[in-house]
């Protein structure tokens, strides 16, 4: 089983900057693509940005060139970077971990609170 718990969310400006963090219980990161998850009120939640285990990263298109995704392997911790927020990013974003090969489900956090107003 595997914890993960997301932290770093908040209200911030528009044009201002978060660093989501998503802290795992354990190693994980060399087995399982890890992701970023986000919801807004009245919407389906959808993939906002993930990385492999080799390091192959993919974003959604209302997020490149903002947001950078990365992780630290000795910390067993994920990282969201989010820069030039604007409030079409408010959401609650979640932490993913994705097993490979897909014989099993997979793991999400509670989420944190993002939200971006003026």
């Known amino acids: 089983q595997v914890q993960l718990v997301e932290s770093g969310g908040g209200l911030v400006q528009p044009g201002r900057s978060l660093r989501l963090s998503c802290a795992a219980s354990?190693?994980?990161?060399?087995?399982?693509?890890m992701g970023w998850y986000r919801q807004a009120p009245g919407k389906q939640r959808e993939l906002v940005a993930h990385?492999?285990?080799?390091?192959?990263?993919k974003y959604a298109d209302s997020v490149k060139g903002r947001f950078t995704i990365s992780r630290d392997n000795a910390k067993n911790t994920l990282y969201l970077q989010m820069n030039s927020l604007q409030p079409e990013d408010t959401a609650v974003y979640y932490c993913?971990?994705?097993?490979?090969?897909?014989?099993?489900?997979?793991?999400w956090g509670q989420g944190t609170q993002v939200t971006v107003s003026s």
């Open positions: 993913n971990a994705a097993p490979l090969p897909p014989l099993r489900s997979d793991y």
């Open positions: 354990k190693s994980i990161f060399d087995a399982y693509i």
């Open positions: 990385i492999t285990p080799v390091g192959s990263t």
